[in-house]
């Protein structure tokens, strides 16, 4: 049997997200355990990636939904204080909901070998949801620790978890499961 090799993707724990014009008090439950995912991780070796808004102003698309947000440049784009990422992590800016989608995300997890992502941060029914769907269809595994994602209602976040388990085989676990929690 071989050995899967781990990546965590943080996705948009950004300060427009946790404290801006689009924050929502649900966000504040799951900062310290990805903070602590992401300490355990990279003392196991495992790379951390931050899969980030950056969106330019004035044209994205997004902002019609969601109201101006991530603007690249400004410190509302910026990773979260208590999440910043550290020497050795990688800064994947992304203009759309998928860490994917047009962003060196693949190449880097390639170069790397990793064969499986564990998925964390927040809207876990959107950019946590697209994120997946393009890392299925690029042949990853998919790990989601329930205690490192969420999205404004209950409702919601279960049913993100049972879309990305059910339609993209995503292992949904609690933290204390990954192998490198030791």
Same mark, same amino acid.
């Given at each position: 049997?071989?050995?899967?090799?781990?990546?965590?993707?943080?996705?948009?724990?950004?300060?427009?997200?946790?404290?801006?014009?689009?924050?929502?008090?649900?966000?504040?439950?799951?900062?310290?355990?990805?903070?602590?995912?992401?300490?355990?991780?990279?003392?196991?070796?495992?790379?951390?990636?931050?899969?980030?808004?950056?969106?330019?102003?004035?044209?994205?698309?997004?902002?019609?939904?969601?109201?101006?947000?991530?603007?690249?440049?400004?410190?509302?784009?910026?990773?979260?204080?208590?999440?910043?990422?550290?020497?050795?992590?990688?800064?994947?800016?992304?203009?759309?909901?998928?860490?994917?989608?047009?962003? +060196?995300? &693949?190449?880097? =997890?390639?170069? /790397?070998?990793?064969?499986?992502? $564990?998925?964390? @941060?927040?809207?876990? *029914?959107?950019?946590?949801?697209?994120?997946?769907?393009?890392?299925?269809?690029?042949?990853?595994?998919?790990?989601?620790?329930?205690?490192?994602?969420?999205?404004? +209602?209950? &409702?919601?976040? =279960?049913?993100? /978890?049972?879309?990305?388990?059910? $339609?993209?085989? @995503?292992?949904?676990? *609690?933290?204390?499961?990954?192998?490198?929690?030791?």
């Amino acid at each position: 049997m071989t050995m899967k090799k781990y990546a965590v993707i943080v996705i948009d724990m950004l300060n427009d997200f946790v404290t801006g014009p689009i924050s929502d008090p649900r966000i504040m439950h799951i900062i310290e355990p990805i903070k602590e995912l992401c300490d355990k991780a990279r003392a196991a070796g495992v790379p951390v990636l931050y899969a980030n808004d950056c969106h330019t102003p004035e044209i994205d698309k997004e902002f019609k939904i969601w109201g101006p947000h991530a603007v690249e440049g400004t410190k509302g784009a910026e990773v979260i204080d208590e999440l910043k990422p550290q020497k050795g992590d990688y800064v994947i800016p992304k203009k759309t909901y998928s860490g994917f989608f047009e962003t +060196t995300m &693949e190449r880097v =997890l390639r170069e /790397l070998d990793v064969d499986t992502v $564990i998925i964390t @941060g927040w809207q876990a *029914d959107c950019c946590c949801r697209h994120t997946s769907a393009d890392a299925f269809f690029r042949g990853f595994g998919i790990v989601v620790p329930r205690e490192t994602t969420d999205t404004y +209602t209950d &409702e919601t976040y =279960l049913g993100a /978890l049972e879309y990305i388990h059910n $339609i993209y085989g @995503g292992e949904i676990i *609690d933290l204390k499961d990954l192998p490198f929690w030791k």
